[in-house]
C-alpha cells in the first residue's frame, strides 16, 4: 500500500524578512492547497496590518509517497 501525504509549505518576504514555514500533513491534496491559499491570505492581511511591504509569497504542497519526498 502506498501513503500519500501533502505537506504544505510557505516561502514570504516581507518587508526586509524572508522566512520559510511549513505545516502539518494532509491526506488530500485539495486540503492542503486550501490551507496554503489561506495562509498565503492570513500573510498578507497580517503584513498590511503591521504597514510592512510584501515582497514575495509563494506556497506550495509538498507530496510524500511511503516517506519519501
Known amino acids: 500500500m502506498i501513503n500519500i501525504i501533502y505537506i504544505p509549505v510557505l516561502f514570504a518576504c516581507i518587508g526586509d524578512q524572508?522566512?520559510?514555514?511549513?505545516?502539518?500533513?494532509?491526506?488530500?491534496?485539495?486540503?492542503c492547497r486550501a490551507v496554503v491559499e489561506a495562509q498565503k491570505k492570513r500573510m498578507q492581511e497580517m503584513s498590511l496590518k503591521a504597514g510592512q511591504m510584501v515582497i514575495?509569497?509563494?506556497?506550495?504542497?509538498?507530496?510524500?509517497?511511503?516517506?519519501m519526498l
Open 56 to 67: 514575495l509569497i509563494q506556497g506550495t504542497c509538498i507530496t510524500a509517497k511511503d516517506g
Open 18 to 31: 524572508c522566512n520559510f514555514m511549513q505545516g502539518t500533513h494532509y491526506t488530500r491534496e485539495i486540503e
